[in-house]
């Protein structure tokens, strides 16, 4: 086993201050394990790499089941390897098997503290001051120091959407991995980007909706209108333009009815009462 300060041996006398209490300070990984446990021992490779590259930023407690199998029992636990992360005092997050390097690390990096944490909580207390260029500079320093911390990418992409950056803003999320770009908080992102880009340039609702009652087909008014309600939360307004607009040209500005209902599916979390409604009318429309 390696000699690593950040590794350390877990027993029932020592838990409380091996474990429990150095989680305040950083996150401490519990790996349940036994000699004859052969994925275990394929695990530890992995954790060792962490550990070492990782410089304290997270302790890794071994807890030898065979050994210490009052503390196994006490902790529940029923097949090894088992991990059992702790913060704060308190178990966050657990799981069983080998796992690859990949999970171990996302694991451990939801929890510990980053040195670009410290600067995105700067960033936010200077945007919500109206500080956005500071905003701006202190997220762009958080993106050097660690270029692949996605957290801080998508905070910049919402502080240019703010700003009407929008292009800024698009190409930021275009860079992110796919796998992010899946995340459902990217998705929200899009649709938020998507309706504050047509919102951008719009005349305020009053002219709209008179447009609109003088010329039910100007479309772009009715696109505009839509965007504007989304952003002030009217989404049943909102969908019941894109809906009209579907209803009229599903080839204006590249089918944007339907693709505005889908994104505002994705800002409502894609369910609920509201949602199930508007799939409904869609598929009367599309069917």
Not at 82 to 106: C, D, I, N, Y
Not at 185 to 213: C, D, I, K, Q, R
């Amino acid at each position: 086993m390696s000699k690593s300060p950040y590794i350390v041996i877990a027993d029932a006398h020592n838990f409380t201050t091996e474990v429990l209490e150095k989680s305040v300070s950083v996150p401490v990984l519990v790996d349940f394990w036994a000699d004859w446990c052969a994925p275990c021992k394929m695990l530890m490779p992995i954790l060792t790499k962490l550990v070492e590259e990782y410089q304290g930023q997270f302790i890794l407690a071994k807890v030898n089941t065979d050994e210490q199998q009052e503390l196994a029992t006490q902790h529940g636990i029923r097949s090894i390897p088992t991990l059992k992360l702790f913060r704060h005092g308190q178990m966050v997050e657990e799981t069983t098997g080998a796992q690859s390097e990949t999970v171990l690390r996302e694991m451990i990096d939801r929890h510990r503290e980053r040195p670009a944490d410290k600067l995105r909580l700067q960033a936010t207390a200077a945007h919500l001051a109206g500080d956005s260029a500071q905003a701006i500079a202190l997220l762009e320093q958080a993106r050097e120091i660690e270029p692949t911390y996605h957290p801080v990418q998508l905070e910049l992409a919402k502080i240019m959407i703010d700003n009407q950056r929008f292009e800024e803003a698009q190409q930021l999320i275009k860079e992110l991995p796919a796998n992010v770009q899946a995340q459902t908080e990217v998705g929200e992102l899009m649709a938020h980007l998507t309706f504050s880009t047509v919102a951008a340039n719009a005349p305020p609702f009053s002219t709209l909706e008179s447009t609109l009652a003088n010329n039910p087909n100007d479309l772009m008014a009715r696109y505009q209108l839509s965007a504007l309600k989304v952003l002030e939360g009217e989404h049943e307004a909102a969908m019941d333009h894109l809906l009209e607009l579907m209803r009229r040209d599903r080839k204006f500005e590249d089918d944007a009815g339907r693709k505005g209902l889908l994104a505002v599916w994705t800002l409502l979390g894609n369910q609920g009462p509201l949602v199930n409604r508007y799939r409904g009318k869609m598929s009367s429309l599309l069917y």
